[in-house]
C-alpha cells in the first residue's frame, strides 16, 4: 500500500475502518430481519432518523469548521461550541418529545417512550462523535478514527441481536444503538486525546467571536444540511404517516441496504477528498484535479452495484433477508438510478465548504426538500410515490454535479 498516491493510501485507511463498521450491520441484517418484525424496524428507522437529522442542528456545522481552522486553541474553542450547543438541543428534545407524547400529538404515540425520552441522548452522542471525527480527519488520524467507528458498529451489532434475543423487540433495538454510540466515542476520545472543552452556562467572548467567524457555516451549511437530513429521512417519515409502519419498515430496510455502500465507500472517499480539496484550494485558488480525480473513482466504483440492483433486487432481498422482506428490493430497484447518483455526488458536496459557496448549496437543498415533499404527497402507492421521487431527485443530482463542478474551478459567484 506504501506505493499508492497519497490521496488512495488514505482512503485506503479510512475504508479500512468504515469497511468493519459497515460490515457488521450488514452481516447482521439477514439475521436481524428474522428476529424482529417490519413495524419493529420501521419504528427504530424513524427514531434514528430523528436522532440523526437532530444532530445536525446541535453541531451548528461547526464541526465542518475544524477542518478548515487547525489551530489547537481554535480547535478546543470549536469543541467547546458544539458540546455547548448539543447540551442545549439534548435537553430541549427531551423536552419536546415528552411534551408531544402527553399532549397527544399523532407521530409521536406510535413510537415507544423509550425512544421518545432519548432522542436527546442520541443526538448529542453523535454530534461529540462527529466533532471528534473532523478533529481527526484535521490531523490526519484516518486509522484511529476508522478503530473507533469500528467499535462502535460492534457494540450495536452485538447489544441489538442480545437485547432481540432477551424479547426487548424495538427497545432493545433503540438501547443497543445508544450503547454502540457511547462505547465508540468514549474509544475516540482515548485514542485522539483531542482537547478538553469544559462548558459553562453562557458562552464566552472567544466563543461568540468563533460563531461570528465561522458565520456561514451556522447561517448557509446548517440550514442546507438540515434541509438535507430532512430529505434523506422525509421518504420513511411520510411513507410511515401515508402507508403505515409496515411499509415504512420495508423502505427502511431498502434505505439502510442501499445507504451501505455510501457510507462505506463514498463516506471514505470524503474523509480524504476534504482535506486534499482543500489543500490544493489553498495553494491553486481551486480544487478541479482533485475533484476530477475523485469524481471518476466513485463513477467506477458505483455503477457495477447500480446495475445489480436494477437488476436482481427482489430475488436478492427475498433470499438475504426473507420472503417478507421481498417488497423491499422492489423499492431497491426503482431506487438504483439515484443510489448511483447520491453515491457520486455526495462526497464532492464538500467542495461548496471549500469554495465558500454554501448559499448556492442551500437554494439547491430548498428545491430538493420542496421536491421530495411533492413526490410523497402525490396520489398513488408507495411504488408510485418512490418513482416520482426518484425521478426528481435524480434531476436535481444532475444539476447538483454541474454546480460542484463549477465550484471546484472557483467558478460560482461568491456566495
Not at 52 to 73: K, V, W
Not at 104 to 130: D, R
Not at 184 to 197: C, D, H, I, M
Request: charged share 10%; with cysteine.
Amino acid at each position: 500500500m506504501r506505493h499508492l498516491p497519497p490521496f488512495w493510501r488514505h482512503v485506503a485507511t479510512v475504508l479500512g475502518g468504515a469497511l468493519g463498521a459497515q460490515a457488521l450491520p450488514l452481516l447482521a441484517a439477514p439475521l436481524l430481519t428474522r428476529m424482529c418484525t417490519p413495524q419493529e424496524l420501521g419504528a427504530y428507522s424513524v427514531w434514528l432518523g430523528v436522532i440523526a437529522l437532530s444532530a445536525i442542528g446541535a453541531t451548528l456545522r461547526m464541526e465542518a469548521a475544524m477542518i478548515l481552522d487547525q489551530e489547537q486553541q481554535h480547535q478546543r474553542t470549536c469543541f467547546r461550541v458544539v458540546f455547548y450547543s448539543a447540551t442545549i438541543a439534548a435537553l430541549l428534545l427531551t423536552l419536546i418529545a415528552t411534551a408531544a407524547r402527553l399532549a397527544g400529538f399523532e407521530p409521536a404515540l406510535h413510537l415507544p417512550w423509550a425512544a421518545l425520552l432519548t432522542i436527546g441522548a442520541g443526538a448529542w452522542l453523535i454530534a461529540c462523535m462527529q466533532t471528534t471525527l473532523a478533529y481527526a480527519t484535521s490531523h490526519n488520524a484516518f486509522g484511529k478514527a476508522a478503530r473507533a467507528k469500528v467499535v462502535a458498529a460492534a457494540v450495536i451489532v452485538f447489544t441489538q441481536l442480545t437485547l432481540l434475543y432477551a424479547g426487548l423487540g424495538g427497545s432493545g433495538l433503540i438501547a443497543g444503538h445508544l450503547c454502540g454510540l457511547l462505547a465508540g466515542y468514549l474509544y475516540a476520545r482515548r485514542l485522539l486525546r483531542p482537547p478538553r472543552a469544559p462548558i459553562a452556562w453562557l458562552l464566552d467572548p472567544d466563543q461568540r467571536a468563533y460563531l461570528r467567524r465561522h458565520q456561514a457555516f451556522w447561517r448557509f451549511s446548517l440550514p442546507s444540511n438540515l434541509l438535507n437530513g430532512a430529505v434523506s429521512q422525509l421518504p420513511l417519515f411520510l411513507i410511515g404517516m401515508r402507508h403505515g409502519v409496515l411499509a415504512a419498515g420495508l423502505y427502511a430496510l431498502t434505505q439502510r441496504v442501499l445507504s451501505a455502500p455510501v457510507s462505506l465507500l463514498a463516506a471514505s472517499v470524503l474523509e480524504v477528498f476534504k482535506r486534499e480539496s482543500v489543500l490544493e484550494f489553498r495553494e491553486h485558488g481551486n480544487c478541479s484535479r482533485t475533484y476530477r480525480h475523485t469524481f471518476k473513482a466513485l463513477l467506477v466504483m458505483g455503477i457495477g452495484p447500480a446495475l445489480l440492483l436494477m437488476a436482481f433486487a427482489p430475488t436478492l432481498f427475498a433470499t438475504v433477508f426473507g420472503a417478507s422482506w421481498r417488497e423491499a428490493g422492489e423499492l431497491a430497484q426503482l431506487m438504483a438510478p439515484l443510489f448511483l447518483l447520491n453515491f457520486v455526488a455526495s462526497p464532492l458536496s464538500y467542495v461548496f465548504f471549500v469554495a465558500g459557496r454554501q448559499k448556492a448549496d442551500l437554494l439547491w437543498q430548498v428545491t430538493l426538500f420542496a421536491t421530495t415533499l411533492g413526490a410523497f404527497l402525490l396520489p398513488g402507492s408507495v411504488h408510485d410515490n418512490v418513482l416520482w421521487y426518484v425521478i426528481g431527485y435524480s434531476c436535481l443530482y444532475l444539476v447538483y454535479l454541474h454546480m460542484s463542478w463549477n465550484c471546484s474551478r472557483n467558478g460560482l459567484a461568491t456566495a
